[in-house]
């Protein structure tokens, strides 16, 4: 990506320069400035009303005549920040300018050049000052293209994915979305190896620690944006500029600066904030409606008086009913022998096709959809509490029949198309299995359920084991307004049920553990969050210090219940050297690891970053 101002060698290469046949006589180190402006000066004093990136002309005739003055010149031009010192002999120096002044320049990194033959300073500012505009709308050109190719992809809904290749084919540089967690989400190599791109990324990352929301880490040679929408940050987009391993200045790229890299990493950090907060969906009306009504009550997106109003239109009557959140969905995402998103919207489309037809069977009625790239929501609404139990186990049975029947997972031949209770046809997920891939929807990134690029050749219904479906309820509520806690807890407890192996008709809250609860949570970022306020300063020890792994003795000692001597014999240490870890552990933390509350909230931490960093 060419730079927008021209540097002191390119300058010197101008032909109204090359007239004057100039020639450096110190600070050849710094011939690869960038050159904002080009300023005559005459007078000893001009520094002052300098800013810095200036390419100062001279003739010399108005500079201080004695050793310490010409020093103290070179070190005010080179304290502002200018570009570089050009004098013209002739007028003031004849044959040199004087050795004082190019040793003072020298010893400060500033370029400093003679023109040995007369030259109209003139043509010289006209020469640059074109270049440097020209250059400006180079790269204004450049970020009107950047603008309408984000807009295009925000206006097409693309996926997360397309995005971070959109940005590393602009930038040409390595790009990578990562998590609060410094889980990788979606990458780029930029046609760079993706092995060593990715190589040890969390403690590499950990390491990047620019200040500001857009920021350039000059250590690690990341360019580095934040990424989020409504005040609730997910994630990083990190650049790695320049891919060549030239490191450039901070200055260049720190917020706000009109570089086009800095802008191209904010777009595209906003257009995948804007897709998190967009569904795509390709439903027809009815579909989307009772879509539409699942997720307001998810949301808070809609008055729950106008849901239950929208849901009594369909048929669906939910006021004075006794309420229950269900959710089916496959244990595992990625069945052998199944890929592409084409197979994966056939595979929830059966399922939807199959809770619904279960729902018909058993006659009770649900606002039902599917919710996310995996899963099929239901709202049951019952007579009364008494009726719960007998409704799911009545639900499970139905559903367990259909999938025999249909053997693939589809509807027997001649069967009419599944629909809810009220006649609506299951709704077809978005196509979009990418975008679920690096996390860009928010429904999922909250409770914790991953994308899949799934496909058909396997039976999606077969057992209960990892092929099979699962089906969880959450608890019995009374009115509308608590139906999103009894969805909320079913999802939760489905995506729990992926690590629980026992075969249960229905799984309840009590069937999920603290850990099944952590790893449904695994993308919540305020979950992250807590792991980062928890453990961010020892993992940033270890990224440091990778042969210590302070982290594995902080687990033995809480996984031995605070036990000493049992937690050094599972570290295998010496007791003296595990208490000296374990010492150095409560100084990196600053907490009492003796205290219950403390070793409490640090073993729940642990847990949780095990959720984070498990697939």
């Known amino acids: ?39 005559v000066a005459e007078v000893p004093d001009i520094a002052t009303l300098l800013g810095g990136g200036e390419l100062v002309l001279t003739t010399g005739i108005g500079l201080p005549g004695d050793d310490a003055g010409l020093r103290a010149f070179i070190g005010d031009l080179a ?25 003072a320049a020298e010893r400060r990194g500033l370029p400093l050049v003679e023109l040995r033959r007369a030259t109209p300073f003139v043509r010289i500012t006209e020469a ?22 984000f807009n295009d992809l925000s206006v097409e809904g693309a996926d997360a994915a397309e995005v971070i290749r959109q940005a590393a084919e602009l930038s040409g540089c390595p790009v990578v979305l990562e998590n609060l967690s410094r889980q990788v989400l979606g990458y780029d190599p930029a046609g760079e190896s993706a092995e060593l791109l990715l ?12 200040a500001g929301r857009t920021a350039y880490d000059a250590d690690s040679g990341w360019l580095v944006t934040t990424v989020g929408a409504r005040g609730q940050d997910w994630g990083r987009l990190l650049l790695r500029w320049p891919a060549s391993g030239d490191v450039p200045s901070a200055q260049a790229v720190e917020p706000g600066s009109p570089t086009r890299l800095t802008i191209l ?22 579909r989307q409606i009772h879509r539409t009504l699942l997720t307001a009550l998810l949301d808070h997106s809609r008055p729950v008086d106008e849901v239950g109003l929208r849901a009594k239109a369909l048929g669906v009557v939910l006021d004075r009913r006794h309420l229950v959140g269900v959710m089916v969905r496959h244990r595992a995402d990625d069945p052998a022998g199944e890929v592409g998103p084409e197979a994966g919207q056939a595979r929830l489309r059966d399922l939807s096709e199959a809770v619904g037809q279960a729902l018909r069977e058993a ?8 919710v996310d790239d995996h899963s099929v929501g239901a709202l049951l609404a019952l007579p009364d509490p008494a009726a719960e139990d007998r409704a799911l186990s009545a639900f499970a049975s139905a559903l367990r029949r259909v999938r025999l029947d249909a053997g693939t997972g589809r509807p027997a031949p001649g069967a009419e198309p599944a629909r809810a209770a009220s006649g609506v ?32 050749g396997v039976d999606p219904f077969r057992g209960a084991g990892p092929g099979g479906v699962i089906i969880a309820a959450g608890s019995g509520v009374g009115t509308l307004r608590e139906a999103r806690r009894s969805l909320v807890e079913a999802r939760q407890i ?55 792994r302070l982290l594995d003795t902080l687990r033995a000692y809480l996984e031995q219940g605070r036990n000493k001597s049992a937690g050094a014999a599972a570290a295998h240490l010496s007791r003296p050297a595990f208490y000296e870890r374990l010492a150095r552990i409560a100084r990196i933390l600053d907490v009492d690891l003796d205290s219950v509350e403390a070793s409490l909230s640090l073993h729940v931490a642990l847990l949780a970053l095990e959720a984070v960093r498990t697939p």
């Open 1 to 39: 990506m060419a730079a927008v101002f021209p540097t002191v060698r390119e300058v010197l290469a101008l032909d109204p320069v090359r007239h004057g046949a100039p020639r450096v006589v110190a600070g050849d180190e710094g011939l690869d400035r960038p050159v904002r402006w080009v300023h």
């Open 79 to 103: 304290d502002v920040g200018v570009s570089g010192l050009v004098v013209e002999l002739g007028r003031r120096y004849v044959s040199g300018v004087p050795r004082v002044m190019a040793a």
């Open 128 to 149: 640059v000052h074109a270049l440097i505009v020209d250059a400006q709308l180079t790269e204004l050109r450049a970020t009107e293209e950047i603008h309408q190719r």
């Open 199 to 210: 190589d040890g990324w969390e403690q590499h990352s950990r390491r990047i620690r620019p």
């Open 265 to 286: 990493i904010e777009r595209a950090a906003s257009t995948l904030a804007l897709g998190r907060l967009i569904r795509r969906d390709a439903e027809g009306l009815e």
């Open 363 to 370: 006659k009770l009625t649900a606002l039902t959809s599917a």
């Open 425 to 456: 046809d299951m709704p077809r997920p978005a196509s979009d299995a990418s975008r679920a891939a690096v996390g860009a929807d928010p429904a999922r990134a909250v409770f914790g359920v991953e994308a899949a690029r799934t496909g058909v």
């Open 494 to 548: 489905a995506e729990a049920a992926r690590r629980d192996r026992r075969e249960l008709p229905v799984f309840r809250l009590p069937h999920v553990g603290l850990a099944g609860l952590l790893h449904l949570l695994r993308d919540e970022p305020r979950l992250q969050t807590f792991v980062e306020r928890e453990l961010g300063a020892l993992l940033e020890y270890d990224a440091r210090h990778p042969r210590e």
